[in-house]
């Protein structure tokens, strides 16, 4: 951006909304980058419970969102929705930073955080969009530097946070995410004026007492109802089941009532929202299985040659993932804008089916690894190159994956699928939480490095066989997606035709 164009009003109000963004980023991603060492090497949570644990609270986190929405849309406005989310994150934070001294605590902690996202994220999103309103142009490139912001402070936290709990124990890493958001929060009451002339008439006007009891009655009740589920795997379990035959119903439901020009596209959208959720599943490995390969079986010494450059802390190999994807992004877009300008773009299903070839490769690279090995230690290297294919799979897959809504869907149900997305895809961290298990030790005596190193060869040989069966699945669909989109085209031109005429 130009120095004219920041000093426009609404390019102004978007850094209100992107400066605490970034910091919650930070914020989510510092913790989630030493979570799963802090519940096992801290709270002596066996890599099955941690695993399970950390698959519940992610699939809460997902889902969260749904409800926030509706709470920002209909309730209480977007902007105190936000504000709202961002105070009870920071408290999350702080409460966790103080986990060390009250481990009984760690269930209701991880239940505010989720409700905290649930109020913050969504609402965040729909403050940009308000700014921008019907300038589609401008819209993109804010969700572009919004996209950005969201890599820059998670590559940052990442980075950061496991190096504060080296040298200053858990309780100052987590404490660090409370302070960066709370520097967030401080700058949205300092320049929250810029934020005032793009917010619903909801926002403006004060709550009633009755309002503000019951929201404050509805905070409480999803804290204890998440709490009640992470602590139970069984109850988690059967909620996760309950969660998937709700998208399954509301699926089938949409599709038979829908209008019947949509209904080819509708078919397409199904079944790449369904591959996309199969990413999710080695999306998940990150935060569970490939941290603690890390900690276990990753020499965290970077060398080139003889020569050592530096040393990484096994939560910080999670910041390869951002730092990929910054890197990727733009050359990405430079290829499909390259491609476009010659007609010869690939299709969605092509690049699905590019992406989970990438997945394969990485996981491909981390077996054979495991397999060859020499020692029980393997070089940093290894982590490089397999978070570069994985990162590579995510932006041609779970990149994609609200795109192909936005092409498919009616624009007057885009949020109720886009609601339906995340929780289909809290619904696949869980299954992926379930799937790392498979290098989960049976007793605390198998964590010897020559032990993990089979299990994690186990897992990575297992997680490249699901790779190339969605591949193949996908291969073998393609015909029948080209045939699909087809017929949603002319279906769409005979509508847009029609409505035309009327």
Request: contains cysteine; charged residues 10%.
């Amino acid at each position: 951006m130009t120095i004219s164009a920041l000093s426009n009003p609404k390019n102004k109000a978007f850094f209100v909304v992107l400066f605490i963004e970034l910091w919650e980023r930070f914020g989510y991603y510092g913790m989630q980058s030493i979570l799963v060492l802090f519940l096992s090497k801290h709270m002596r949570f066996g890599d099955n419970d941690a695993n399970l644990l950390i698959g519940a609270f992610a699939a809460m986190t997902y889902a969260a969102p749904a409800l926030g929405g509706w709470i920002g849309d209909k309730v209480i406005g977007n902007r105190r929705a936000m504000l709202c989310g961002s105070i009870i994150l920071a408290i999350g934070y702080l409460l966790l930073s103080a986990a060390t001294y009250y481990t009984s605590g760690i269930f209701v902690t991880m239940a505010i955080i989720s409700v905290g996202n649930g109020l913050f994220k969504p609402n965040a999103a729909t403050l940009v969009r308000r700014i921008y309103d019907n300038e589609d142009s401008k819209l993109d490139v804010a969700f572009t530097l919004y996209y950005m912001a969201v890599n820059v402070g998670s590559t940052v936290s990442m980075l950061l946070c496991p190096i504060l709990k080296d040298h200053y124990g858990w309780g100052a890493a987590f404490l660090a995410c409370c302070f960066g958001l709370t520097l967030g929060i401080g700058n949205y009451y300092i320049t929250q004026k810029r934020l005032q002339p793009y917010i619903p008439q909801k926002d403006r006007s004060p709550l009633t007492w009755s309002i503000s009891s019951l929201i404050f009655l509805g905070i409480l009740g999803s804290i204890l109802g998440i709490t009640g589920i992470l602590t139970s795997p069984f109850v988690a379990q059967w909620c996760i089941v309950g969660a998937a035959i709700i998208v399954i119903v509301l699926w089938i439901n949409m599709y038979l009532n829908i209008d019947q020009h949509y209904k080819f596209g509708l078919k397409i959208m199904y079944i790449l929202t369904l591959e996309g959720m199969i990413f999710f599943i080695f999306y998940q490995q990150m935060s569970t299985s490939l941290t603690l390969f890390a900690e276990r079986n990753i020499d965290p010494a970077f060398y080139i040659g003889p020569y050592h450059l530096f040393n990484w802390s096994a939560g910080q190999f999670q910041a390869l993932n951002p730092i990929w994807i910054m890197i990727l992004s733009p050359l990405l877009t430079l290829l499909y804008t390259y491609l476009n300008k010659r007609n010869k773009d690939f299709s969605i299903a092509t690049k699905f089916i590019s992406g989970f070839i990438f997945v394969a490769v990485a996981f491909l690279i981390w077996w054979v690894m495991c397999l060859r090995a020499q020692t029980n230690q393997l070089s940093s290297w290894v982590m490089i190159w397999g978070y570069f294919f994985l990162s590579f799979g995510e932006l041609l897959t779970s990149g994609l994956g609200l795109a192909v809504i936005a092409r498919y869907v009616p624009s007057s149900m885009n949020g109720f699928m886009t609601g339906s997305y995340f929780m289909a895809s809290g619904i696949s961290l869980y299954i992926g939480s379930k799937i790392a298990n498979i290098a989960a030790p049976a007793h605390i005596n198998d964590l010897s490095a020559d032990k993990t190193l089979l299990l994690y060869q186990h897992l990575f040989l297992n997680l490249f066989i699901i790779a190339v069966l969605a591949v193949i699945i996908l291969m073998v669909l393609i015909p029948i997606v080209k045939k699909w989109n087809r017929h949603h085209k002319e279906n769409m031109l005979a509508y847009q035709q029609s409505t035309v005429n009327k």
